[in-house]
């Protein structure tokens, strides 16, 4: 079975530069969500959808961030304009419902950003 | 909101030995306890995960304990190899505000097993 896939892997930029990382979730999950991860912060919750629909964005950092989630098998995190701080591996992870039991989040193997 | 503490950051093992990870959360509410090991260039995978309503869960290798009164909880795991030597996370899920289960995230342990 295919899991959570995301593009790209890797993305060097420059600063102010445009950048947009996307998921495609396990087929059939009803939750989608986007992590950043550093050294320094761990592993932060950035926004999570269900059924396509935004719930919680609290942890984006800046309007310079945005999601969006247009269908059930794919979802975009955008950075406009990037700074050098916004370099992190970032990761998408998918789970389902399952009869309102909590089931276990698949993640993705990340993209690995790095802003000059 | 919940938090999550793990502890140690680091912990250097002998191949053979046990290694325990140990976590404590702040939400009684939390009923669900994924652990996820991470290797270098790969994303968080599940290896392990415990509900409040038992106490000790073991698969070979690796286990998990549970303490709810103490808002504890543990992995274990023995005769230790090269390839357990990643990072390992702790989490702990509940119900959050709107009624969806978000898990929140310990800041990860990084175990080396030594040959």
């Known amino acids: 079975d295919a899991g959570v896939i995301q593009s790209p892997r890797h993305e060097v930029t420059e600063m102010g530069q445009e950048v947009t990382l996307r998921c495609k979730p396990i087929s059939g999950h009803d939750y989608l969500f986007w992590y950043r991860q550093t050294m320094m912060r761990g592993l932060e919750l950035l926004i999570y959808f269900n059924n396509n629909v935004p719930i919680d964005d609290s942890g984006m950092p800046e309007d310079r961030f945005s999601a969006k989630m247009p269908n059930a098998s794919f979802s975009t995190l955008k950075i406009q304009p990037s700074e050098p701080r916004d370099s992190a591996v970032y990761f998408c992870a998918s789970s389902s419902t399952g009869s309102g039991r909590h089931q276990p989040q698949h993640f993705g193997d990340g993209t690995r950003l790095s802003i000059l | 909101g919940e938090n999550v503490e793990q502890h140690p950051s680091t912990l250097s093992v002998q191949e053979g030995d046990s290694a325990v990870i140990k976590c404590t959360y702040s939400?009684?509410?939390?009923?669900?306890f994924p652990w996820y090991k991470q290797e270098l260039g790969k994303g968080p995978q599940l290896i392990i995960d415990?509900?409040?309503?038992?106490g000790e869960k073991k698969d070979q290798r690796i286990a998990v304990t549970l303490n709810k009164t103490a808002k504890h909880f543990s992995l274990h795991i023995t005769e230790t190899q090269p390839e357990d030597s990643a990072v390992y996370f702790c989490?702990?899920?509940?119900?959050?505000?709107?009624?969806?289960?978000?898990?929140?995230f310990g800041r990860g342990t990084s175990l080396i097993v030594h040959p």
């Open positions: 939400d009684s509410a939390s009923n669900y």
């Open positions: 989490a702990a899920s509940g119900p959050r505000s709107g009624g969806s289960y978000i898990p929140t």
């Open positions: 415990i509900r409040s309503n038992v």
